[in-house]
């Protein structure tokens, strides 16, 4: 991966870690990822978020950063993961609450492994979302663009990056959403 290649990440939190709350936790993290060489660019706002899928625990607090690193793709993953161990994170069951989870949303434009895979994963029925994962790294994000919790704090980073195979800017996948869906995502 060249140097300087964007590196965009979701950052979230609903359940406390040794005494600190959500937001103790993502700032933590983000010192975390530094203390492993990476650069953080850029830090957007915290904001409060109903937890996905709803009902599935106590409402998120969410963020995005913009990162810089020599690591590859698969190396980045298996840093926040390490970065999420450091703060309690257990992969038990998915979409449980958890104290810290980070996402890779996107490396430059990227797509990996393949478009094919990418596909499948992107166009995946919700209902099968929930009891399959893939047993590999795709990006960019298979959900990002459906996602306010996660675009509208990547409207604080990178709001002209665009999506290398849907073609739409961040702000453009934002400004599609339905106004609810992004009204429910408040500053912290």
């Known amino acids: 991966m060249p140097v300087g290649q ?9 359940t406390p870690f040794g005494g600190d709350g959500p937001v103790e936790t993502l700032r933590s993290a983000l010192v975390g990822l ?3 060489g990476v650069s953080v660019r850029k830090v957007g706002r915290f904001y409060k978020t109903p937890c996905f ?3 599935a625990g106590p409402d998120y607090v969410n963020a995005c950063a913009a990162l810089c690193s020599d690591l590859g793709p698969e190396s980045l993953l298996e840093m926040l993961h390490s970065v999420e161990a450091d ?3 257990i992969r038990a069951v998915r979409w449980a609450a958890r104290s810290l989870d980070l996402d890779l949303l ?4 990227e797509i990996v492994p393949d478009l094919p895979s990418y596909e499948k994963w992107r166009t995946l029925p919700l209902d099968a ?6 047993d590999r790294l795709i990006l960019p ?3 990002l663009h459906e996602r306010a919790f996660v675009l509208v704090p990547l409207m604080d980073v990178a709001p ?4 290398p195979v849907i073609g739409l800017t961040v702000r453009q996948m934002h400004n599609a959403l339905p106004a609810e869906a992004r009204g429910e995502v408040k500053p912290v």
Request: proline share 9%; hydrophobic share 35%; glycine share 8%.
């Open 106 to 109: 996107a490396v430059g434009h």
């Open 87 to 89: 703060h309690g994170r």
């Open 160 to 163: 002209d990056w665009r999506h």
């Open 129 to 134: 979302q929930t009891a399959r994962a893939p």
């Open 141 to 143: 994000h298979p959900r």
């Open 53 to 55: 899928p709803k009902d």
């Open 34 to 36: 530094q203390a492993r």
């Open 6 to 14: 964007e590196i965009l990440i979701a950052l979230g939190a609903n």
